[in-house]
């Protein structure tokens, strides 16, 4: 039997390049590999735990699934689908949250950054999140989740409650583990912390042009230029990261010209800017085609969900016999 792949990407806005980086290039390259089956949602339950505009979501979710067919996700390779639209995710979240205890997920530095973000929204939903999590991973006994580190610290609760199901219960989750590309961690341009959907100036859009991603990239905090050492954190640490992603055949010369105090930041930048733009507008040219495709779109949406169904089913009956429930 195939190896199984789960990911996802919330619809609360269209994807940045760090969800590129972090999570879709990895979807893909897992994707062409013929030893695994990949199942990719659009996670829009996940959504819904932070303050989100009703009026957008479905036509999000719709947008964010042609953002996946422009990246290269393919329906003939990979299933495509909405997490709403199969529901044994969040029935197996239940079942799967019996073994989990409050504390746990109260402790999480996720859940705390969330509710510090949003003190207003500290709902059930978001202490549930983890586990609606290692639902959507588990149903499919996926093995490995191509996503950003910032998705580890909820990796390894999946792993703790796929433990605890094997040991209580019997049941054969495998642990799942992260598959990191080397763009696992894209900073914010603002030169702290990540690049985020929820943070306005931190992120370049898979949408932007040549001209908005110079402008962004105008706006990122330098330094003098040296010399000394190329700093290791903090915002030129962070435009070193971007080079290393985008041309690392330049590191040496700005590391250079940043030890001997000549670094002149104008430069680099215009040279990334041209680099990033290189990288995301054979994105753009397949969204593109796909506006006018609204139907075909819809249908593959309809078939991802009958596949994932029919996996996802399995499984949780499974679980429920394991677990004593009449079936
Ligand atoms: P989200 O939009 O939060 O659902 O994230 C979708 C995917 O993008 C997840 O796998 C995240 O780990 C990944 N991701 C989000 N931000 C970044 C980032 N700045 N660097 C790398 N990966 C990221």
């Known amino acids: 039997m195939k190896k199984r792949i789960l990911a ?4 609360v806005a269209r994807p940045h390049l760090g969800n590129y980086l972090g999570a879709g290039k990895g979807m893909v390259q897992l994707q062409e590999r013929a030893e695994y089956e990949t199942f990719y ?12 505009d009703k009026d957008y979501l479905a036509g999000l979710t719709k947008d964010v699934v042609m953002d996946y067919l422009a990246m ?11 997490q709403s639209h199969v529901p044994q995710h969040t029935e197996l979240a239940y079942l799967l949250s019996t073994v989990t205890t409050v504390a746990k997920m109260s402790h999480l530095p996720t859940y705390k950054e969330k509710i510090k973000e949003y003190p207003q929204h500290s709902t059930m939903a978001l202490l549930n999140y983890p586990v609606l999590m290692a639902a959507d991973i588990l149903i499919y006994k996926a093995e490995k989740v191509p996503v950003g580190v910032d998705q580890e610290p909820h990796l390894e609760i999946a792993r703790e409650i796929a433990r605890r199901m094997n040991a ?6 495998p642990e799942p583990k992260m598959f990191g590309t080397k763009g696992a961690y894209v900073p914010s341009l603002l030169g702290e912390g990540k690049m985020s959907k929820s943070v306005g100036g931190s992120y370049i859009a898979l949408t932007d042009d040549l001209q908005m991603i110079s402008a962004k990239l105008a706006k990122a905090p330098t330094d003098a230029g040296g010399p000394g050492e190329v700093p290791i954190t903090g915002p030129v640490a962070n435009l070193f990261k971007f080079l290393e992603l985008f041309l690392p055949n330049r590191l040496e010369y700005y590391g250079e010209a940043y030890r001997q105090g000549k670094l002149r930041y104008a ?13 995301i507008r054979p994105i753009q040219e397949r969204r593109e085609q796909f506006k006018s495709k609204s139907e075909m779109v819809d249908e593959i949406i309809h078939e991802g969900a009958r596949k994932a169904k029919e996996a996802a089913g399995k499984t949780l009956q499974e679980v429920k016999e394991k677990m004593g429930l009449l079936v």
């Open 267 to 279: 430069e680099l930048k215009e040279e990334l800017a041209r680099a990033i733009y290189g990288e």
């Open 72 to 82: 290269g996700l393919d329906p003939e390779k990979s299933v495509l689908f909405v």
């Open 168 to 173: 209580d219960y019997g049941t054969d989750f």
């Open 41 to 52: 949602m659009v996670a829009d339950l996940h959504t819904l735990t932070t303050p989100y």
């Open 8 to 11: 996802g990407m919330r619809a």
